[in-house]
C-alpha cells in the first residue's frame, strides 16, 4: 500500500517580499499532531532537488517559489519510505500554503546507506549512542528473571546535538509497562550521533523506533 497524503488549503498572510513561496503544515494523518524535523524538497520533473529544508517545531515549513515549472514537494524522514505530493505548475509569484496529512510507513526496501544515493554526500541518518557505556538499555531484572520477551516502538525527535527532546516522546506500542519505563529512562539520557543535512548537524524525527527485549539461550 502506497503512503497517504492528504492536502488542504491554509489562509496564511502573504510575505512582505516580492518572492513567491511554497509552504505549509506538516500533520500526522492519525492524530493530527505537528511532524518537526522530516526533510521537505521541492524537485522538479528530473527528479532533481531545487530547494529543500526541515519542518520545525510545529511543522511549519516555507520555500521559496521556484522558476516557472512543474514541481511536487517530497516528504523524508530515515528508515520510511519517501512521500511524495502530487505534480503543481509554479512559478515565482506563486504563494501557496497547504496542510499535508501525512501517514509515514516503514520501508518497503531498507535502505542501505550509501552517500550516492542521497541528496548530497553529507547527508546521514543519526547513528549509534555517543555514550552507550553510561547510558546501556537494561533489561528489567524481574522480566529477566520470569523469562518475559517484548518490545517497544516509540516517535520522538533528536536535536541537531543528538539529544532526545522530552516532550516528543511518544510511545506507541509496548508489551509490557516495565519495558516502557525502561525506554523512556533510556531517552532521557542517552546521546545520538546526531543526523546531518548538507553537511550540518540537523534535528531528526524518528517514527515506530524499535527497542526490543530478547533473552538469549540458557
Known amino acids: 500500500m502506497r503512503n497517504m497524503i492528504s492536502l488542504a ?75 511524495l505530493g502530487p505534480v503543481e505548475l509554479l512559478e515565482p509569484s506563486t504563494e501557496r500554503a497547504r496542510r ?49 520477551q517484548g518490545d517497544v516502538r516509540a516517535h520522538f525527535v533528536v536535536d541537531s546535538t543528538g539529544r532526545v527532546v522530552p516532550t516528543t516522546v511518544q510511545i506507541v506500542r509496548s508489551t509490557h509497562h516495565e519495558f516502557t519505563n525502561v525506554v523512556r529512562k533510556y531517552l532521557e539520557k542517552v546521546q545520538l550521533q546526531p543526523a546531518r543535512l548538507d553537511h550540518r548537524p540537523v534535528c531528526t524525527l524518528k517514527r515506530d523506533w524499535p527497542f526490543t527485549f530478547r533473552l538469549g539461550p540458557r
Open 9 to 83: 488549503l491554509l489562509c496564511v498572510a502573504a510575505p512582505a517580499s516580492a518572492q513567491g513561496y511554497v509552504g505549509g503544515h506538516l500533520l500526522d494523518s492519525a492524530t493530527a499532531s505537528p511532524l518537526p524535523c522530516v526533510q521537505v524538497s521541492l524537485v522538479d520533473t528530473a527528479g532533481l532537488v531545487v530547494a529543500r529544508q526541515l519542518s520545525s517545531s510545529d511543522g511549519a515549513f516555507q520555500l521559496d517559489a521556484p522558476p516557472q515549472g512543474a514541481y511536487r514537494l517530497r516528504f523524508f524522514i530515515w528508515g520510511h519510505d519517501p512521500m
Open 100 to 148: 499535508y496529512l501525512l501517514n509515514f510507513r516503514e520501508e518497503s526496501k531498507p535502505l542501505y546507506w550509501q552517500p550516492s544515493q542521497l541528496d548530497t554526500a553529507a547527508d546521514a541518518p543519526s547513528g549509534l549512542p555517543m555514550n552507550l557505556k553510561e547510558v546501556p538499555l537494561r533489561y528489567p531484572h524481574e522480566l529477566r528473571m520470569s523469562g518475559v
